[in-house]
């Protein structure tokens, strides 16, 4: 039980609502700042504005996946109004209170080493990276269903990466009877691709080896679908590039040669933001009770 824990939760999505069920469910003391819209009569949960808060009383705050934008502003969608972590806020917390968030920025890496807080990133945990590359996986293969018109089966399917999400989608693209090939720059990489029953490639060789794909999937940060590649691939490829932002296509390239990419970020959160949120849920509640 977290009974006695205060928790700020600042802003996020449809997946904050399964952790505050969860969070509820434990007996902690939650606070909601810019969740105004939100409706669900949680037990234990108190609307708050910034400005009411006793930042000293905190335990921890979890701010949406994304953390912050560079300002220190926090997304949500459950309101209309601007909300924004402060070093000043974070300042006024005891000491032993933790941020969590999805990913990190300079604001924010920032924010904690002024403030002297710990920030964990839940999303570069092993655990929910993989758990979060299943609906990752899901939704990849509902915008491959929704913007081409063949199928999947029997395509020529690349994924870039063979990282948490990179393996994930490989997998079920393979399973879908995709004929799929996979870029990897390291050789233990390459082996395990081959171990998986899927065609090698390497990832200094994309320019060759994309020459016949339908359909491209980037799981790799780093620009790597170059304007160099991009002319060497058919015009009808379809790219779904699922690397955080800005992702790794020359999207402005793949544009001016007639080819559909997208960038598609936060595809758990939108395709089963349920099944999302409750990888968070499960993995927070087992850090804050450790934190006891
Ligand atoms: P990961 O496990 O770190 O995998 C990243 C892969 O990219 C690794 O195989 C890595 O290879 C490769 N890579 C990195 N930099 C490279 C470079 N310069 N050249 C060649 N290969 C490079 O990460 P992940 O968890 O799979 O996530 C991949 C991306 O998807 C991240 O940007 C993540 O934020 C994003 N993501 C998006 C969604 C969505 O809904 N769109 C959901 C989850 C995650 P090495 O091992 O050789 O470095």
Request: net charge neutral.
């Amino acid at each position: 039980m977290l009974t006695g824990k205060h928790v700020v939760i600042m802003g996020g999505d449809a997946r904050q609502l399964e952790i505050i069920r969860k969070l509820s469910t434990l007996d902690a003391k939650i606070s909601l700042i810019g969740f105004e819209q939100l409706d669900d009569g949680f037990i234990g949960v108190t609307k708050r504005k910034v400005d009411e808060l006793e930042w000293d009383a905190v335990d921890a705050i979890l701010l949406p996946i994304s953390g912050t934008d560079g300002k220190g502003e926090v997304e949500t969608i459950f309101s209309n109004e601007k909300i924004r972590l402060t070093d000043e806020q974070v300042k006024k917390t005891p000491k032993h209170c933790i941020l969590y968030s999805g990913i990190s920025n300079h604001y924010l890496d920032a924010c904690v080493n002024k403030t002297k807080r710990k920030l964990v990133k839940l999303m570069e945990r092993d655990d929910v990276a993989i758990y979060n590359s299943i609906p990752t996986a899901e939704g990849t293969v509902m915008m491959a269903i929704q913007h081409t018109d063949f199928t999947i089966h029997g395509a020529n399917v690349a994924v870039l990466g063979l990282g948490r999400v990179g393996m994930s989608v490989a997998r079920t693209f393979a399973v879908l009877g995709a004929k799929v090939k996979v870029a990897a720059r390291d050789s233990h990489h390459l082996a395990r691709i081959t171990e998986m029953g899927l065609i090698p490639i390497h990832t200094s060789s994309l320019i060759t080896e994309l020459k016949d794909v339908d359909l491209c999937i980037n799981t790799i940060p780093a620009p790597i679908i170059t304007a160099n590649v991009l002319a060497e691939m058919p015009t009808h490829c379809f790219i779904i590039d699922l690397a955080s932002k800005p992702g790794g296509t020359d999207f402005r390239y793949a544009e001016k040669r007639g080819m559909k990419a997208l960038l598609a970020p936060g595809l758990p959160g939108i395709v089963a933001p349920k099944t999302a949120g409750k990888i968070l849920a499960d993995v927070l509640t087992k850090l804050l009770d450790e934190e006891k």
